[in-house]
Every structure is written in C-alpha cells, then in structure tokens.
Nanobody, 115 residues
Framework: QVQLVESGGGLVQAGGSLRLSCAAS????????MGWSRQAPGKQREFVGA???????NYANSLRGRFTISRDNAKNMVYLQMSSLIPEDTAVYFC?????????WGQGTQVTVSS
C-alpha cells in the first residue's frame, strides 16, 4: 500500500504561482511514475503531467510551459510548480503514483485562482 498526501494548495491571484507537493509513504520501495491530475467543478478529471523514475516528464499540451513537475526520489516526493495561473486552473489537484502495477491516488488539494 502507498499513501499519498498532497499539500500546498490555496487561493492565488491570476498571474501568480503556486507549488504543490505530494508525499508518498507506506510500501514505497520501487515507486514508479508519479504524476498530477486535476478536476474542476462539473468536469472530468484531466491529466496534468507525469514524471518517471529517471526524471523524464510528460505534460498535457495545454499546460506545457506553465507547469513543471519534479521529484525527489530520496524523499519520495513529487512537486508541481505552477506559474502564470489563470482562473481556469481552479480545480482539485491530485497526485498519483504507480507501484507494483497499481495506481495510487491522493485525496487532492484545492487550488483556486481568482481573477
């Protein structure tokens, strides 16, 4: 079992930046790809980006250039740096991690961007 806890969400003005963190705990040896998704009110959850164990990243095309994912394997952490935020980025942001062919999810952290 892997537990994921997101933090760093909050209220930010349009044009601002925010950094989300996700801490993995539990049976965390050999955690694989980690990533972020988000779900806006009334919408389906959408892929934000992911990072593999070697640091290779993949992003949703619409977010490339504004969002950056990084990870610290020693600390079992994954981060999402968001910049130039717009109100449409308002959503609950979820962290996920693959471990032994199971995709684990955190509870999410709310990000609200005011205009």
């Amino acid at each position: 079992q892997v537990q994921l806890v997101e933090s760093g969400g909050g209220l930010v003005q349009a044009g601002g930046s925010l950094r989300l963190s996700c801490a993995a705990s539990g049976s965390i040896s050999n955690i694989g790809t980690m990533g972020w998704s988000r779900q806006a009110p009334g919408k389906q959850r959408e892929f934000v980006g992911a990072i593999d164990t070697g640091g290779i990243t993949n992003y949703a095309n619409s977010l490339r250039g504004r969002f950056t994912i990084s990870r610290d394997n020693a600390k079992n952490m994954v981060y999402l740096q968001m910049s130039s935020l717009i109100p449409e980025d308002t959503a609950v942001y979820f962290c996920n991690a693959w471990h032994n062919r199971v995709n684990y999810w955190g509870q999410g952290t709310q990000v609200t961007v005011s205009s």
